[in-house]
């Protein structure tokens, strides 16, 4: 049991910075990444024996639970509260400092699908066979993703942008 809670403390030590990094593009935002984060691998460290008896690449099965959890949390809040008055803003908020960058504010507006088939593929850098074992999905599914959401950041951003594929 011990060793169990040593290798996966290392593993998260290694692995750590990746992690935050594709939540933060998942979600948009350093808190809800760590959140995020910090939820999935508090369900995968409990199971650590078991997940490293299942699958060879850890790294990819913790990537899909995230964007599985950052999309079933989408889908619980994405309800809009329609208000009369616009409520007062009340206190100072720390700036943004992604707020000018117009591609990762497309990017951060693509749907969840979207948004995790572009964070692996161009962020993270996997292959189409790794996003789609890292999401669960067909290649053909990472390929149509890619295609609308490239299409989509064509449009939002106004400039040409490569594509691998």
Do not use: C
């Not at 939540?23 to 939820?39: E, F, I, K, R």
């Not at 000018?100 to 088939?117: D, M």
């Not at 692996?120 to 990472?142: H, K, Q």
């Amino acid at each position: 049991m011990a060793s169990d809670l040593a290798d996966f403390g290392e593993f998260v030590e290694a692995e750590l910075s990746g992690l935050l990094r594709y939540g933060y593009v998942l979600t948009g935002n350093p808190h809800d990444a760590s959140d995020l984060v910090q939820t999935v691998l508090e369900k995968i460290g409990s199971r650590w024996p078991s997940v490293r008896r299942k699958t060879t690449d850890p790294v990819a099965y913790i990537r899909r639970s995230m964007a599985n959890a950052h999309i079933s949390r989408w889908r619980r809040v994405k309800r809009e509260t329609l208000v009369a008055e616009t409520p007062e803003q009340r206190g100072y908020t720390e700036a943004d400092p992604f707020e000018h960058e117009p591609l990762l504010r497309a990017v951060g507006q693509l749907p969840p699908r979207q948004r995790a088939v572009i964070v692996l593929r161009y962020y993270e850098g996997l292959s189409e066979s790794e996003i789609a074992d890292s999401l669960g999905v067909s290649p053909g599914t990472v390929k149509s993703q890619a295609s609308k959401a490239i299409a989509t950041l064509r449009t939002r951003v106004g400039t040409p942008i490569e594509s691998d594929g």
